[in-house]
């Protein structure tokens, strides 16, 4: 049987003797957004603001793909050099979509698409969960959007 994410999120910060309200603060969380973490096995991947989980997996020596379920990026496998706002951009036009049309079929507002796609940092303030659907929309891999640059 495997151990749920939640406990090992947990059992990694107690071997690391870090306490909660401290790792809270480390990652930008508030105390009970961060208990939630520990308490819920999905709390990482659907309330979590992708930018926390960085935090949580970088401090914990965790992968990020691995930590949200989209697996971890192969070391030979090529990382797209592209902002991922680019990405989005190009990929719609690919696919013939306008921002008004994505936003409809994502069930988002259209300001949405245009704040993704213009805004470097945008998919950093939404939990795993909606880059998860960006991407199965666009049809890409979430990792060309997990791992792709976005600073």
Do not use: C, W
């Not at 939640?6 to 401290?22: A, D």
């Not at 709390?43 to 020596?61: C, D, H, M, Y």
């Amino acid at each position: 049987m495997t151990t749920p994410r939640h406990k090992l999120i947990e059992q990694q910060r107690l071997q690391l003797g870090i306490g909660i309200v401290e790792f809270a603060r480390q990652i930008g969380a508030s105390v009970s957004e961060y208990r939630d973490v520990e308490s819920y096995d999905s709390e990482p991947t659907i309330v979590l603001p992708l930018k926390k989980g960085r935090s949580l997996a970088e401090i914990l020596g965790f992968e990020i793909g691995s930590l949200l379920g989209a697996g971890s990026l192969p070391r030979e496998a090529p990382v797209s050099s592209k902002p991922r706002h680019v990405i989005l951009v190009e990929t719609r036009r690919s696919l013939g979509v306008s921002t008004k049309k994505m936003a409809d079929d994502l069930g988002f507002d259209e300001g949405f698409v245009h704040t993704i796609e213009n805004d470097r940092q945008a998919l950093e303030t939404y939990p795993y969960e909606v880059l998860r659907i960006v991407a199965s929309y666009l049809k890409l891999d979430p990792k060309d959007l997990l791992y792709s640059p976005s600073p």
